[in-house]
């Protein structure tokens, strides 16, 4: 069996595999005031039942990356953790080579292994877009994130609310919680919407979009262009592909 573990901004998610087969999937939140021994009870507890000997780590939260590697080492023998040096099986150019995050290297990687010539859409804390065409990563591109959006509307106002999700809001409010709603959650589905539309012009060439990340069902009912693959496990799968192509020279 082998422990994935995605440590992201607002949460940490892990997956295990028994071969290539996810058979659990579990999340707890991404707090950086926690140390070693607080995430040794957690990962035990979740874990415990399992025969689990090897782990791979991907982290964009510096903060959390040792404290998460130094309990998983407490309880799994072999640990190995991806970094933007990591050989993840895509041809990616120089300038591009060390500065992307194992979010990205293993959406990347999933997404060209599974489905080929790629768009891969993120929508999490950040949105972002990653660009994969004949096995290379062209580039990507990244965004606020659509909660983040909201709230930094609310934050940075006097008077403007902090607003819920949107079941179907129209191109424009009639009052302010319904015009925070459209320029929020209808403006970032727009804005994926013409990016996609604006990579193929550039690249010319027809992708495949691949969609994960927490905020893809807020704008399902919101995209012109509907997307080709939804999968939400699309990261854990990418931190397996990289350690199979790693861990014979790691271990």
């Not at 040794?40 to 998460?68: M, R």
């Not at 403007?160 to 925070?180: Q, Y």
Request: net charge positive; with cysteine.
């Amino acid at each position: 069996m082998l422990l994935t573990v995605d440590i992201g901004n607002t949460n940490i998610g892990a997956a295990i595999f028994d071969k290539n087969n996810i058979i659990n999937v579990v999340k707890t939140p991404s707090l950086k005031n926690k140390n070693d021994d607080y995430y040794s009870s957690i990962f035990f507890d979740l874990f415990k039942n399992y025969p689990i000997k090897n782990a791979v780590i991907g982290s964009v939260v510096s903060e959390l990356s040792s404290p998460v590697k130094n309990a998983l080492q407490k309880i799994i023998p072999n640990i190995f953790v991806v970094s933007s040096e990591t050989y993840c099986g895509l041809k990616i150019k120089k300038q591009t080579k060390y500065k992307k995050g194992a979010d990205i290297l293993a959406t990347s990687c999933a997404a060209n292994t599974l489905y080929g010539d790629s768009i891969v859409i993120d929508a999490g804390t950040a949105t972002t877009l990653q660009i994969i065409k004949n096995r290379e990563f062209l580039g990507y591109i990244i965004a606020p994130g659509l909660s983040m959006c909201a709230k930094a509307l609310h934050d940075e106002t006097s008077l403007l609310p902090l607003v819920d999700t949107p079941k179907n809001p129209a191109c424009w409010g009639n009052n302010t919680i319904e015009a925070i709603q459209t320029g929020t959650f209808y403006g970032h589905a727009l804005m994926i919407d013409a990016l996609i539309s604006e990579i193929e012009k550039k690249a010319k060439h027809k992708f495949k979009t691949i969609a994960t990340g927490g905020n893809i069902p807020k704008l399902l009912n919101l995209m012109k262009r509907p997307f080709d693959v939804i999968d939400y496990e699309l990261i854990f799968k990418g931190l397996k592909l990289i350690y199979n192509l790693n861990h014979e020279k790691t271990f």
